[in-house]
């Protein structure tokens, strides 16, 4: 169960940060993926009742309140990069590798 939780958490903040700068597939998950991801950080926090984590709750506590309340919406918009066949091969090419690095937090517990 704390590995779901984990795994959720971080794969959830990963796509709701990404969604966040604007990158098109994630960009409509932003705010239920932000919301769900926080609840799942937060009942993980509290389950490992680790004393080190408990900043960490503050933060996930912030962060449901942003996307339960859409205040993440008064951002301003990220400044269009470019446009075409090379930057959409760029932004693919970065957001697989921050997918690929999410996937090795995830993982290293594992191993």
């Known amino acids: 169960m704390p590995f779901i939780l984990y795994t959720v958490a971080v794969l959830g903040f990963t796509i709701a940060g990404l969604g966040l700068l604007g990158i098109r597939p994630f960009k409509w998950m932003t705010r239920p993926v932000m919301v769900v991801a926080s609840a799942y950080s937060l009942v993980a926090i509290l389950l490992f009742n680790e004393p080190g984590l408990f900043w960490g709750g503050g933060v996930s506590l912030a962060l449901l ?47």
């Open 65 to 111: 309140l942003t996307g339960v309340s859409g205040a993440y919406r008064l951002l301003p918009e990220p400044a269009p990069l470019g446009s075409g066949l090379w930057h959409d091969m760029g932004v693919g090419a970065v957001a697989s590798l921050v997918m690929v690095a999410a996937l090795g937090v995830v993982l290293w517990p594992l191993r």
